[in-house]
């Protein structure tokens, strides 16, 4: 249907990859990058450029319109996975011809695109993020006239993205479209999903089954370790992931209602922070989640605060997750004093032991009262 002009070479025999292999700034990236520059001088052509956040469901079908729109109008395109875990340089595009370099789902770390900007003519990200708006509001000043930050928070990249090739299409004389009738009401159904999610606005009744499905995609959306991505995007279907994601989620939360057998109190923030129900999820740390949101529902039945905690050994120390279903609940609030982190609704964090078992102890819960009582404070207890 479309070709992605991408040339990697193989690496010789003992050359080493640049941040491990992983095929972001690895040897293979950088090798790709020159085949395409040679190529292009080779024949003349105003070269193409697309990095799109990895490993982001959003950045990659970003690069996935990008690709069919430069493969539309027979332009040298080069799309390439970007991560923050060995992420590309400004330098990297100093000699490499390129015209235009687009930027899908972010607008790199610190400084990246304004270093782009002095090597590529054209620079042009799509971004969603609040956190970016805030850092284009501190950047006006010494945003180059060819640097063009798109940043919308109402559009997830992906249909950001779509919409702009889309428009540049037209604009070129071509009336049929990015898709064709089949593909293009497949992928507007999986754009829905995506923007509910990256927006946050979880409007949709399954979009937390839709999230489940789409976890195992994440570690194939690496175009250069796996050249037909951008075949099997087109080939995705929502219906199948939310039915594969409500599979798994109702077989985990079968396993975490299973164990939890004996769930006891402990006294948050030696109970500053009220009481909750836990259970000790050593060895099934990975139903953490699972385990905690269900008690944070029991919890609240049981005239506690609408906690849950799943606690378990981790590296000598006692590893805490906290779960509400409660909407006015903020768990961050403990979290953060103990040096963790986290959402208001999911949170973690790591307690000494000997500060653990203050947490289970009555004596201390009673000692906590009385000095709240003394301070005048309110006691959550």
Known sequence: MYRILVGIRRRRRGQAAVGGGKGFRSEAALDAIRCFVEKGREQG???????????????AYAALFASLFHSKL???????????????KGEDFKLADVKTCYLLDFIGPKDFSLELSKFIPRVIAFDHHQRTAIRISKMKEKLPSN?????????????????????????NGDSQGLLNLGELERVKYFLRYIEDSDLCHRK???IKYFNAGIKDLHAKLNCIVNPHLFYQLLEIDAS????????????RENAANTFIKNPFKIHLGRGLYGECLAVRSDGNSNLSHE??????????ASGLRPIGA?????????KVCLRSFDNMTDTS??????????KPSSSSFTLRMDEYNLWTSKRILDQKGADCKLLGLKFLG
């Not at 027979?74 to 590309?88: M, N, Y």
């Open 45 to 59: 052509d105003q070269l193409h450029v697309a990095l799109y956040n990895y490993p982001s469901i959003s950045g």
């Open 74 to 88: 027979r332009l040298p395109f080069l799309p390439l996975p970007f991560s923050s875990f060995h992420p590309f």
């Open 147 to 171: 640097l063009d930050l798109q940043v919308d928070s109402t559009r997830c990249s992906a249909r950001a993205a779509f919409d702009y090739f889309s428009a540049e299409l037209i604009g």
């Open 204 to 206: 949709l009744h399954d």
């Open 240 to 251: 199948s992931l939310i039915a594969k994601g409500r599979s798994v989620l109702v077989s």
């Open 291 to 300: 385990i905690s949101l269900e008690l944070s529902r029991r919890s609240s």
């Open 310 to 318: 799943a606690v378990f050994m981790q590296r000598g120390n006692v």
């Open 333 to 342: 609030e403990i979290a953060r004093v103990y040096g963790g982190g986290g």
